[in-house]
């Protein structure tokens, strides 16, 4: 009774409607004349009433024995019998059980078991149908159970593999995201093993992700109805050998990333991981750039330009590629300080031998032989750390788009100097599509200005959307030398691994003193010593910042004397409040979804815990940031996001006839660098477009065009 009315609520007759439903329920239950012992039956128990049935009766009875045979036949090798048993289990289910009684409140224990047991067959069934090449066709299915079912770490990673196979792996590491960000969030817990090394293996796109040989047996697909279809063919990749070997020019580029004799003293991990995260810089710029990433060993990539098509300009995509891995990680911050890495890099161009594995295999490298190779190896062995070298063959073809030292040889190559002086230029051209983004940021500027309220803006965007050069030209417009105006300070490195704060606090501290990295200890300190002096009036004041901030300008202080890193933080925020006061401040970050989770923390409680002080903080980010931090920003005073949708094709052609120009306006070198620019650009008018974007992506310098 205390099911059907709860607490107080029964009525005086409740056991007498009760016995006259339970008599009313025996009678549909009676079996027919003639039937035999096996029929249902409803007996009087203790402290109630049971029934009795032949477990052949129950569907949840044979939906257990089909799942234990499908699982039987899964564990013996064979997914396509087992993928029939099982689903013919799932059959059975008709919607949750006792779906009526749980939606009048009722909950008991044994239900939670029967659903999670539903649950756990769905996956094995889905176990089955991967193992049988059937991605596309519980693809859909998958994404189901997961939007419902979050923390059920192997159905994410089922999905995770079939988006892989279906050739979407940015969606495959999107759903890793999710199901980390909500157990991290929720229950405060990283996912699992297994499910951590199969997004290792589909960043590396490990080849034990893709069916090498259809499954063994009849294959056949199971339709909404049941019906048996013979499969389509293609949805089982048959892995085939390399296609015949072919001559084709291409440009080669070999990055090596060295670390410092700072590293000696570093813990295994700290290094593997900011070595993993390097190796990533370096394949998205390959990427971007249009190159192939086809080899990594150790601290060396290699990349191709070309190996899909020459498109005229690969020589210098290739030079760009790597001008943008140098100044990148040149700036890297991780575990290693600031000074941790040296890149070098050499770029040549001419004919190689191309293998491509195979058509149904897109996704894999070509393989690459001959002499253009050696060559590139031999230019590497002599280029100096922080140097980009290249041959002959490569100059010529980028020349004057790339600058070069005239003081070169055929043997040593020749060293690159940066992108030419006219790329200077291009990024003093007025933006495009971007007037309104500019508005709002000036808006927020303004007002922490007048109301002496910090204020942090995220401008969020896809890679190579502009981010970078959006953050440049806030500053070109706003950074001004008239001392009564705002004040900019810049971090421009990029983050890695653990050990971001220090380094980041470091930079910033270091910019605005003044110390360089040649500066010794003493000189750092003294420095800082007298920066805090000018900001702070009194000299205890002064005295108690600079003892904790010494180590971020001169490493460790006396024998003895140690700085907890709270304090640290506590006490660079102060400067930060104290430069404010003095002058508006403008501290930018870019790349912050690259940054580590104490980083973050503290970027995100800046304007928070800054107090009433003019204080702008503009970080640009990936969406990553948002699946890493779902919370950010979120329910805090003070806080924004702009996100930068891509150009238009309208805004990129307007963007053109400023090229235009600019040309028709130009005399000598700088008339001449505007006529390469745009005979590389090409006729067509989607040609023109893509070269202009990636010219767009050069990361900018950062002392800002007049």
């Known amino acids: 009774m205390k099911a059907l009315w709860a607490g107080d609520d029964a009525p005086t007759s409740a056991r007498k409607i009760l016995q006259n439903a339970v008599s009313g329920l025996r009678g ?46 899964l564990a013996a090798g064979s997914p396509e019998a087992a993928a029939q048993l099982l689903r013919d289990a799932l059959g059975l289910w008709r919607g949750p059980a006792l779906a009526d009684l749980v939606e009048t409140g009722i909950s008991w224990p044994e239900l939670v ?3 999670n047991a539903r649950l756990d067959a769905m996956e094995d069934y889905f176990e089955a149908e991967l193992a049988c090449g059937r991605h596309h066709a519980v693809l859909s299915e998958l994404e189901t159970l997961v939007e419902a079912e979050t923390m059920r770490e192997r159905s994410c990673g089922q999905l995770m593999l079939a988006l892989y196979r279906c050739g979407r792996q940015a969606d495959a590491l999107t759903v890793y995201g999710r199901v980390r960000a909500a157990l991290v969030e929720d229950l405060g817990l990283e996912p699992g093993r297994d499910l951590q090394t199969l997004q290792h293996a589909i960043l590396t796109h490990d080849p034990g992700l893709t069916l090498t040989e259809p499954p063994a047996g009849d294959a056949y697909v199971i339709g909404s109805r049941g019906e048996r279809t013979p499969p389509v063919p293609e949805r089982v990749p048959v892995r085939r050998g390399p296609a015949a070997p072919e001559r084709k020019p291409v440009s080669a580029v070999i990055v090596r990333t060295q670390l410092r004799s700072e590293a000696c003293d570093l813990e295994p991990g700290d290094v593997d991981g900011l070595l993993e995260e390097v190796a990533a810089i370096i394949r998205e710029k390959f990427e971007w750039f249009g190159g192939t990433a086809a080899a990594s060993i150790g601290s060396v990539s290699l990349a191709l330009f070309g190996v899909h098509g020459d498109s005229g300009d690969d020589a210098e995509r290739a030079v760009r590629a790597a001008l943008a891995i140098r100044d990148g990680l040149g700036s890297l911050v991780g575990p290693l300080g600031l000074r941790g890495l040296d890149i070098s890099a050499a770029v040549t161009t001419g004919e190689a031998i191309v293998r491509y594995q195979g ?26 750390p922080g140097e980009i070298r290249v041959c002959a063959s490569t100059r010529r073809a980028t020349e004057p788009v790339i600058g070069y030292d005239e003081d070169g040889s055929p043997k040593g190559g020749w060293q690159v100097l940066g992108a030419g002086q006219g790329c200077a230029r291009l990024h003093a051209i007025p933006m495009v599509d971007r007037e309104s983004e500019l508005e709002v ?56 691994g653990m050990g971001s704060v220090a380094a980041v606090q470091s930079e910033i501290l270091s910019t605005y ?13 003294a420095k800082l010593s007298s920066a805090v002096r000018r900001l702070v009036g009194g000299d205890e004041a002064a005295a108690w910042l600079v003892s904790r901030l010494r180590p971020l300008v001169a490493g460790s202080g006396p024998a003895g004397d140690t700085v907890a890193p709270d304090d640290i933080v506590l006490a660079w925020r102060r400067l930060l409040a104290e430069i404010a006061l003095d002058r508006p401040l403008v501290l930018i970050l870019d790349d912050l979804h690259r940054a580590d989770d104490a980083l973050l923390d503290v970027v995100e409680d800046l304007a928070e815990f800054a107090g009433p002080v003019p204080l702008l903080v503009v970080a640009a980010a990936r969406p990553e940031l948002i699946r890493r931090r779902p919370e950010w920003g979120g329910g805090k005073r003070h806080v924004t996001t702009i996100t930068l949708d891509p150009l238009s094709d309208d805004a990129v052609d307007r963007l053109l006839e400023l090229l235009s120009s600019a040309q028709d306006e130009a005399k000598g070198p700088t008339r001449r660098f505007w006529s390469a620019l745009l005979d590389r650009a090409g006729q067509e008018p989607g040609d023109r477009r893509r070269y202009v974007r990636s010219l767009l992506h050069l990361d900018p310098p950062r002392s800002v065009p007049a």
């Open 113 to 115: 078991g029967v659903r």
């Open 513 to 525: 003193c003044g110390i360089t990295p040649d500066d010794d200890g003493v000189v750092a300190v």
């Open 441 to 496: 940021l000036r808006v927020l500027l303004e007002r922490a200005r007048r109301r002496a309220t910090p204020h942090l803006v995220t401008v969020m965007g896809e890679p190579g959307i502009g981010k970078s050069r959006f953050l440049l030209e806030f500053e070109r417009r706003f950074a001004t030398p008239d001392t009564a105006q705002v004040q900019f300070l810049v971090c421009q490195r990029q983050f890695a």
């Open 28 to 73: 549909a239950l009676a079996p027919p004349p003639g039937a035999g012992q096996d029929a249902a039956s409803l007996l009087t128990r203790a402290p109630g009433y049971m029934l009795r049935v032949d477990p052949e009766q129950i569907d949840l009875y044979h939906f257990y024995q089909q799942v234990e045979a499908g699982r039987t036949r």
């Open 359 to 384: 058509v149904d295999q897109p996704d894999l490298p070509p393989l690459v032989s001959g002499a253009l190779l050696d060559e590139c190896q031999s230019l590497l062995a002599v280029t100096a």
